[in-house]
C-alpha cells in the first residue's frame, strides 16, 4: 500500500514550457486534491475532484488543467509555465469526506526559469 | 469553514511537552477541529480531531474548551522529530475536506 505517489519529485522548466505532475493513490479513494505551497506560506487548493470523470477549480486555478480518467490518477498539467508557478505542489486524497483525515503526497519542487 | 489563529511559532524543550494553541472563536455548532502537521519539506500529515471531547490518540492529545472557542494540540514528550508546522483547521462535516483552508500554522522547534 503506497499511499499517495507523486512524479516527478524535482523540475526546472523553461518559461512557455508545459509539463504534467503525477499523481496516483491506491486506496479506492474518490477524492482527490492538487495543492500549491509557496515558500513561507500555507497550501492553496488548485483543482479537485470527487470522483472519476468529475473536476473543479480551487482557489487558484489559472494556468493549469486536471483530467480524472480513473479513481487511481489525478494528473495536474501546467500550459505555457510562468516563473510565478514556481511552487512545492502536493496531491492529496480523502478517504471519507466526513472524517477529514487528507492522506498528502510527498510533494513535487518546481522550478520555473 | 470557520477561520483560525495560530502564534507564527513556539519552542519547546526536547522530552517536555509542547501545548500549540488555536483560536477559532467563529465555529459553529457542527464543525470540528482537525489538526495536522508538516515536517520540512514533506507532506503534511494528519495528527487528530475532535468536535467537543478531549481527544487522545498515540500522537497527541487535543483539548477543546467548554465554548469550543479555542484548542490546544498537546504533544506529551516532544522530541526533535516533531519539528513541523502545525496547522489546525475547521470544517464541518459532509463538506470537502480537501478544500479546508491551510493557513500558515504555528512552526514548533524542539530543541535539545
Known amino acids: 500500500n503506497a499511499g499517495v505517489t507523486q512524479t516527478p519529485k524535482f523540475r526546472i522548466l523553461k518559461i512557455g514550457q508545459s509539463m504534467t505532475l503525477q499523481c496516483a493513490q491506491d486506496?479506492?479513494?474518490?477524492?482527490m486534491y492538487w495543492y500549491r505551497q509557496d515558500p513561507g506560506m500555507g497550501l492553496k487548493l488548485i483543482y479537485y475532484?470527487?470522483?472519476?470523470?468529475?473536476?473543479d477549480k480551487g482557489e487558484v486555478p489559472n494556468g493549469y488543467n486536471v483530467s480524472r480518467s480513473t479513481t487511481e490518477d489525478f494528473p495536474l498539467r501546467l500550459e505555457l509555465a510562468a516563473p510565478s508557478q514556481t511552487s512545492v505542489y502536493f496531491c492529496?486524497?480523502?478517504?471519507?469526506?466526513?472524517?477529514?483525515?487528507?492522506?498528502f503526497g510527498e510533494g513535487s519542487r518546481l522550478t520555473v526559469l | 469553514d470557520a477561520k483560525t489563529t495560530q502564534p507564527p511559532s513556539m519552542d519547546c524543550a526536547e522530552g517536555r511537552a509542547a501545548n500549540l494553541p488555536c483560536n477559532h472563536s467563529?465555529?459553529?455548532?457542527?464543525?470540528?477541529v482537525y489538526w495536522y502537521r508538516q515536517i520540512h519539506s514533506q507532506g503534511p500529515q494528519y495528527i487528530i480531531h475532535?468536535?467537543?471531547n478531549n481527544e487522545t490518540n498515540e500522537m497527541a492529545s487535543l483539548i477543546i474548551t467548554e465554548d469550543r472557542k479555542s484548542s490546544t494540540l498537546i504533544l506529551p514528550h516532544a522530541t526533535l522529530r516533531d519539528t513541523a508546522v502545525y496547522y489546525c483547521i475547521v470544517r464541518a462535516p459532509n463538506t470537502n475536506a480537501g478544500k479546508s483552508t491551510f493557513g500558515d500554522g504555528t512552526t514548533l522547534t524542539v530543541k535539545p
Open positions: 475532535g468536535l467537543k
Open positions: 467563529t465555529i459553529s455548532g457542527n464543525e470540528y
Open positions: 486506496m479506492n479513494h474518490n477524492y
Open positions: 492529496a486524497s480523502d478517504r471519507d469526506p466526513n472524517t477529514g483525515e487528507l492522506f
Open positions: 475532484s470527487v470522483g472519476a470523470g468529475i473536476t
